[in-house]
């Protein structure tokens, strides 16, 4: 069981929208940013969003994240083939002496 | 370019050790705090252990807690996992992952490609 709370997984057609939710509390999302991973098939996690809404150099600006109290969501527009991925959201936790925690992943299927 | 290369990973039997190294290169790594992550097959992610620059804070899963040693050597560039007393749920891709800043929350800005420990008799 993740502390971070994702669909398991999200599709669309080329061209569409779509939105992928996160879910916190508040010794995470409270008062710490959220980040979004791209992890593409057989290969390593890359950095898609930083600090709630920040892209990375590179990052397509189809891309777009947003945070509202304990809640996150990752935005993808004119969806591409090459975007089916799994979408992992990120937050630093202050339970106990602090640590990293991940959502269980969405699977994102591009039909 | 940030390069991290894991190495280290392999077949080991339950209650054996194992030690993972990642090598980095490509940037100024006493500055940046490190972490690794790993990814059990067919799995999500799962944040191990974390170490700042300096090593004066370190932190661990509750689930390695006790049985897993981070450590770096800055004049080397490298980062560290020590294992012992694993365990089949330990069966995992490990990932190197690079801290954007120095401290434990800043986040992951970078990944190696990883090492593969499997725990099996």
């Known amino acids: 069981q993740s502390v971070l709370t994702q669909p398991p997984s999200a599709s669309g057609t080329p061209g569409q929208r779509v939105t992928i939710s996160c879910s916190g509390s508040?010794?995470?999302?409270?008062?710490?940013?959220v980040y979004w991973y791209q992890q593409l098939p057989g290969t390593a996690p890359k950095l898609l969003i930083y600090?709630?809404?920040q892209r990375p150099s590179g990052v397509p600006d189809r891309f777009s994240g947003s945070k509202s109290g304990t809640s996150a969501s990752l935005a993808i527009s004119g969806l591409r083939s090459d975007d089916e991925a799994d979408y992992y959201c990120?937050?630093?936790?202050?339970?106990?002496?602090?640590?990293?925690?991940f959502g269980g992943g969405t699977k994102l299927t591009v039909l | 370019e940030v390069q991290l290369a894991e190495s280290g990973g392999g077949l080991v039997q339950p209650g054996r050790s194992l030690r993972l190294s990642c090598a980095a290169s490509?940037?100024?790594?006493?500055?940046?705090?490190m972490h690794w992550v790993r990814q059990a097959p067919g799995k999500g992610l799962e944040w191990v252990s974390g170490?700042?620059?300096?090593?004066?804070?370190?932190a661990y899963a509750d689930s390695v807690r006790g049985r897993f040693t981070i450590s770096r050597d800055n004049a080397k560039n490298s980062l560290y996992l020590q294992m012992n007393s694993l365990r089949a749920e330990d069966t995992a891709l490990y990932y190197c992952?690079?801290?954007?800043?120095?401290?434990?929350?800043?986040?992951?800005?970078?990944w190696g490609q990883g090492t593969l420990v499997t725990v099996s008799s």
């Open positions: 992952a690079k801290a954007d800043e120095y401290q434990m929350r800043d986040y992951f800005d970078f």
């Open positions: 490509g940037f100024t790594f006493d500055e940046y705090a």
């Open positions: 170490i700042t620059w300096n090593s004066d804070s370190i």
């Open positions: 508040s010794s995470n999302f409270g008062s710490h940013y």
């Open positions: 600090r709630n809404n």
């Open positions: 990120a937050a630093w936790d202050d339970s106990l002496s602090g640590y990293w925690v």
